[in-house]
């Protein structure tokens, strides 16, 4: 229960670190294995949310350093069966846009999917692999 809260408390707050609603952002050095684990998980997302064969997706690009996981993500979504867009937003398309950032000694991912944003928890387990520690919360935008 603490966990939740927690997670509720980091999204509600989150929006104010935020460097813009149009990009994505990735803070701080990620490993590739742990950009991988986290990329499955923005796809795992993206699945549940809409229908891989018939949706299209711009992925938000990152306002931040090089990092692989933006293409980590988008080579994902096309193995899942998702088109993607160009950058410049359509109409048609869906908006992706992912921020990890460091959270009291762990990692927290953040997805939003058009109007819903999902969130959760990772650390690193015993043989250093990154894992989720948290359930996912997802919390749907309010107003324009």
């Keep these: 229960m603490r966990m939740v809260l927690l997670i509720a408390a980091t999204m509600a707050l989150a929006g104010c670190a935020s460097p813009s609603k149009t990009e994505s952002w990735v803070e701080g050095n990620i490993s590739v294995a742990d950009a991988q684990s986290l990329a499955d998980t923005v796809v795992r997302i993206a699945k549940q949310r809409l229908p891989p064969a018939s949706s299209t997706i711009t992925l938000a690009p990152t306002g931040t350093a090089a990092s692989p996981l933006p293409e980590m993500i988008a080579d994902g979504l096309r193995t899942s069966g998702f088109a993607l867009a160009p950058l410049e937003p359509t109409d048609k398309a869906h908006q992706l846009r992912f921020m ?45």
């Design 100 to 144: 990890v950032s460091p959270f009291e000694g762990q990692m927290l991912l953040r997805v939003t999917v058009d109007s819903m944003t999902t969130a959760q928890i990772f650390a690193a387990n015993a043989n250093g692999q990154l894992v989720p520690v948290s359930p996912q919360s997802a919390q749907k935008a309010v107003g324009p």
